[in-house]
T-cell receptor
Framework: EAQVTQNPRYLITVTGKKLTVTCSQN?????MSWYRQDPGLGLRQIYY???????DKGDVPEGYKVSRKEKRNFPLILESPSPNQTSLYFC????????????FGPGTRLTVL | TQLLEQSPQFLSIQEGENLTVYCNSS?????LQWYRQEPGEGPVLLVT?????EVKKLKRLTFQFGDARKDSSLHITAAQPGDTGLYLC???????????FGSGTQLTVLP
């Protein structure tokens, strides 16, 4: 089954404790992306990657890091989480050609105390 | 990043009513996608519109892309409780790879 998986689905942590949210896709998509979703603000892109070892900043990259060492994986790293990073995070992937569909993971709800 | 506005932000209607939601921008897009997101899940693609003036129908949902390719609308006929969700538009601009979404319209259809 074609899918994007994220782990963990729920995470409560404390300020400053480094964390990683994993994302994996099995569709051999070149493009992967991370979004955060906050009430009234829709989905905002954090980082995206057009292929292995190629990453770029989205609209809200501050406080986040990503890496793309393999095509299928695109982890999101919060080196020193802060309460303003409490949010719902989505990973997505798509094949790089016109008008293609983004496939989204199930989301990770992160709370930073 | 282009300025993208969706309206209304919230909409609550009774089952059987018709409704229209809008996605507007001052920028021209190559194409535009509409997604629906249900609680606890990621967005799922409904449609992609490509040509200015294009109209696409998906059962009771009608999507229109503006002639100038700066705006789009989604019309739902005889809404049902299963249509409840967050409707998001996502424009695609030429070769740009940074993808954006509107803030969404939260639709609630009451039985």
């Amino acid at each position: 089954e074609a899918q994007v998986t994220q782990n963990p689905r729920y995470l409560i942590t404390v300020t400053g404790k480094k964390l990683t949210v994993t994302c994996s896709q099995n569709m051999n998509h070149e493009y992967m992306s991370w979004y955060r979703q906050d009430p009234g603000l829709g989905l905002r892109q954090i980082y995206y990657s057009m292929n292995v070892e190629v990453t770029d900043k989205g609209d809200v990259p501050e406080g986040y890091k990503v890496s793309r060492k393999e095509k299928r994986n695109f982890p999101l790293i919060l080196e020193s989480p802060s309460p303003n990073q409490t949010s719902l995070y989505f990973c997505a992937s798509l094949r790089l050609r016109s008008y293609n569909e983004q496939f989204f993971g199930p989301g990770t709800r992160l709370t930073v105390l | 990043t282009q300025l993208l506005e969706q309206s209304p932000q919230f909409l609550s209607i009774q089952e059987g009513e018709n409704l229209t939601v809008y996605c507007n921008s001052s920028s021209v897009f190559s194409s535009l996608q509409w997604y629906r997101q249900e609680p606890g899940e990621g967005p799922v693609l409904l449609v992609t519109v490509v040509t200015g003036g294009e109209v696409k129908k998906l059962k009771r949902l009608t999507f229109q892309f503006g002639d100038a390719r700066k705006d789009s609308s989604l019309h739902i006929t005889a809404a049902q409780p299963g249509d409840t969700g967050l409707y998001l538009c996502a424009p695609i601009s030429g070769s740009a790879r940074q993808l954006t979404f509107g803030s969404g319209t939260q639709l609630t259809v009451l039985p």
